[in-house]
């Protein structure tokens, strides 16, 4: 496994009687493009604000780069870039005036040669002296990218960057994470409610819903076609799982409520394991394969509300 550039254990955040974070564990490695995936209200927006220590924590720890965002703040931001929300800017300026003011603010680089690179990478530099007011939705999200860059970041950390865009603007924001992953070397942290874009680009992803982590894990094991998702219910939940971590089934369990388990299996393992549990004296009340990543992301995001 590679250098873990942000590791998350125990991050809970909770607003008077709201709980909008509840122990929360999150491992990104260096070179992913992680989807943070989750319904609206699931708790992504308040993760990434504590990521970025725009606001503390009830409890848990966050490292980044392998050092306490709390202790080591401005150590760690220097290397970080971010989007959260919409990005705001001088509407009666231009993008390249934009990037300069800004630029100076945070201590980037403001070269002329570095401005016009950043405004080339997102498709900006013909519109570089253009007012920013008579720029699109999504020009004004690719000159927020570009002002996230400017300082040569090593993470990226980008909360829901398609948002109200349309196709082809989605397209190129797609294009230009998948770049700054693989060709720029950069770690992205790319928060959405959109599976379908997640998938198109993330090597890893998490789901979570109603601020916990469901599922955790690559994109290739989680879309594997050859695999099912399949949730068995089971009595004595808890039972079970203390079974389970003695057991070869360990490494199949990717994720449980206090109702069912949920494993990645192959067609002829699902029989296998029902008999495991039958023979360790549980009784299996349903089993139920699912056949797409999004049936389960529905299932996990619907079905824990009713």
Avoid: C
Avoid at 44 to 51: D, Q, V
Avoid at 197 to 212: D, H, Q, Y
Avoid at 247 to 268: C, D, P, Y
């Amino acid at each position: 496994m590679s250098e873990q550039i942000i590791e998350v254990r125990g991050l809970t955040k909770k607003f008077k009687n709201i709980t909008a974070v509840k122990d929360l564990d999150l491992n990104v490695y260096r070179g992913d493009v992680f989807g943070f995936l989750g319904p609206n209200g699931a708790g992504k927006s308040t993760t990434i604000r504590m990521l970025l220590s725009l606001i503390k924590p009830t409890s848990g720890s966050i490292k980044i780069f392998g050092k306490s965002i709390k202790e080591r703040r401005e150590e760690i931001l220097s290397k970080v870039g971010a989007i959260v929300e919409k990005p705001d800017f001088y509407l009666y300026l231009s993008a390249y005036k934009n990037l300069e003011i800004l630029g100076k603010l945070s201590g980037a680089d403001v070269s002329r040669k570095k401005i016009m690179e950043m405004l080339e990478l997102v498709g900006l530099s013909k519109r570089a002296n253009s007012k920013v007011k008579t720029y699109s939705h999504g020009m004004k999200q690719r000159l927020g990218l570009a002002q996230s860059l400017l300082h040569d970041p090593e993470l990226i950390i980008l909360d829901e960057p398609t948002t109200g865009l349309d196709p082809q603007g989605m397209k190129e924001i797609r294009e230009l994470i998948i770049y700054l992953s693989k060709i720029k070397n950069k770690t992205v942290f790319l928060s959405s409610h959109i599976l379908r874009e997640v998938e198109l680009i993330a090597t890893r992803m998490i789901i979570i819903n109603k601020g916990s982590a469901q599922v955790e894990g690559t994109v290739d094991d989680l879309l594997n076609i050859d695999k099912l998702t399949v949730s068995f219910e089971v009595d004595n939940i808890d039972n079970a799982k203390n079974i389970l971590r003695d057991s070869a089934w360990k490494e199949k369990l990717i994720s449980s409520t206090n109702r069912e388990l949920s494993f990645g299996l192959v067609q002829n393992e699902i029989p296998e394991l029902n008999k495991f549990f039958v023979e360790k004296g549980f009784s299996v009340s349903s089993i139920i394969p699912v056949r797409s990543l999004e049936d389960f992301f529905l299932k996990i995001t619907e079905g824990e509300g009713k």
